[in-house]
Nanobody
Framework: QVQLLESGGGLVQPGGSLTLSCAAS????????MGWYRQTPGKQRELVAI???????NYGGSAKDRVSISRDHAKNAVYLQMSSLKPEDSAVYYC???????????????WGQGTQVTVSS
């Protein structure tokens, strides 16, 4: 069974920085893409950033000019560096992976449990 384990969330002051980490574990044939989404109560989950195996990236939402996504393919990990954080960046941040479990199965979508980021003084 594939699991995504997120870490790095917490409380940060406005203007501060934070790096989120997500590592995939389990039997994985290939990871097609890994990324980050965020969600606040009453709102839909929105894309923050996603990167594919070819190195392409896509950023979304209001934080796109203040975040950077990177991958460590050897560790099946993805990182999200966030800077100049604002109170409106407070949300639960979820890691997502699109992957193949075997060469013959279809692409699977796997989500992490989420990590809370709170930006407050």
């Amino acid at each position: 069974q594939v699991q995504l384990l997120e870490s790095g969330g917490g409380l940060v002051q406005p203007g501060g920085s934070l790096t989120l980490s997500c590592a995939a574990s389990g039997s994985i044939f290939e990871i097609v893409a890994m990324g980050w989404y965020r969600q606040t109560p009453g709102k839909q989950r929105e894309l923050v950033a996603i990167t594919n195996s070819g190195g392409g990236t896509n950023y979304g939402g209001s934080a796109k000019d203040r975040v950077s996504i990177s991958r460590d393919h050897a560790k099946n990990a993805v990182y999200l560096q966030m800077s100049s954080l604002k109170p409106e960046d407070s949300a639960v941040y979820y890691c997502k992976a699109l992957l193949y479990l075997t060469p013959t199965t279809g692409v699977r979508e796997v989500w992490g449990q989420g990590t809370q980021v709170t930006v407050s003084s």
